[in-house]
């Protein structure tokens, strides 16, 4: 059985003190514990996050990683240091890495080797352009870059993947993609997965749903069948509103 999952995306935002404060408030509030919850604050804030989760369920989560062990690169941050501050996930693939950061597909597949290297779990992010949809190109956009960054796998390596679809136009946007669409991308990333793995893969793997979930559109979104979670961003740096979309599974 699946897990499912709500994370939170901090992004660039919030300086020590704020998460710090973002954190009490989250382990003061109520929220289900049949839901895995996972925080991805910024790389500063690892270390304090660390600490502060102890004793609670929150997971750890990096935003990024770099794809080699060690060495001469300015600025970039270890799979290995990212082991030693307690994070246990790390997000690959995001629209905004593959964006602004020109992170290919290849890349990805060596930051998702390196990361599986070192016992960190990817979550792994896909989702199309508003020109891929418009034009009907969305699947097959979304299937490439699985393909391309996952489908080398073993069956077993495969089983310590998140998946996270993110329609880069419902990012940050306000416009959340319906949960029609939801599922149907979600269940087409399913059958993908069933086709390249195993039934038994595609039926272990969760997928979650990423773009503008709040607390009044997640119960929607969370009550389809293959939508399995959200990716969280501007919501997610809000206790209250973070809770709530934790708690909004029927
Ligand atoms: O990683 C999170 C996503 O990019 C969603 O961000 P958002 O909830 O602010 O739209």
């Given at each position: 059985m699946r897990k499912n999952i709500v994370a939170g995306n901090w992004k660039m935002n919030a300086n020590a003190n704020a998460a710090s404060e973002l954190i009490k408030n989250l382990k003061k509030s109520d929220f289900s514990e049949t839901t895995e919850v996972i925080i991805a604050p910024s790389y500063t804030n690892l270390a304090i996050a660390n600490e502060l989760i102890t004793g609670s369920s929150i997971e750890l989560s990096s935003q990024n990683m770099h794809e080699s062990d060690r060495g001469a690169f300015t600025g970039e941050v270890s799979a290995e240091m990212l082991k030693s501050v307690g994070v246990t996930y790390v997000i690959l693939g995001h629209s905004e890495r593959r964006a602004i950061y020109k992170e290919s597909s290849e890349l990805l597949k060596s930051k998702v080797d390196q990361a599986l290297k070192n016992d960190l779990k990817p979550i792994f992010c896909v989702g199309e352009e508003l020109k891929d949809r418009?034009?009907?190109?969305?699947?097959?956009?979304?299937?490439?870059?699985?393909?391309?960054?996952?489908?080398?796998?073993?069956?077993?390596?495969?089983?310590?993947?998140?998946?996270?679809?993110?329609?880069?136009?419902?990012?940050?946007?306000?416009?959340?993609?319906?949960?029609?669409?939801?599922?149907?991308?979600?269940?087409?990333?399913?059958?993908?997965?069933?086709?390249?793995?195993?039934s038994e893969i595609a039926n272990g793997i969760s997928i979650l749903y990423g773009g503008?979930?709040?607390?009044?559109?997640?119960?929607?979104?969370?009550?389809?069948?293959?939508?399995?979670?959200?990716?969280?961003?501007?919501?997610?740096?809000?206790?209250?509103?973070?809770?709530?979309?934790?708690?909004?599974?029927?």
């Open positions: 418009k034009d009907e190109n969305h699947f097959k956009v979304v299937k490439n870059q699985l393909s391309e960054s996952l489908f080398h796998l073993s069956s077993e390596q495969m089983k310590n993947i998140v998946l996270a679809y993110e329609p880069v136009w419902a990012i940050g946007t306000g416009e959340t993609a319906s949960p029609e669409q939801a599922q149907e991308m979600h269940a087409y990333i399913r059958k993908l997965l069933s086709d390249q793995f195993s503008s979930v709040k607390p009044g559109n997640a119960k929607d979104i969370f009550a389809n069948k293959d939508v399995d979670g959200g990716l969280i961003g501007g919501a997610a740096l809000k206790a209250e509103d973070f809770t709530a979309i934790i708690n909004s599974f029927e």
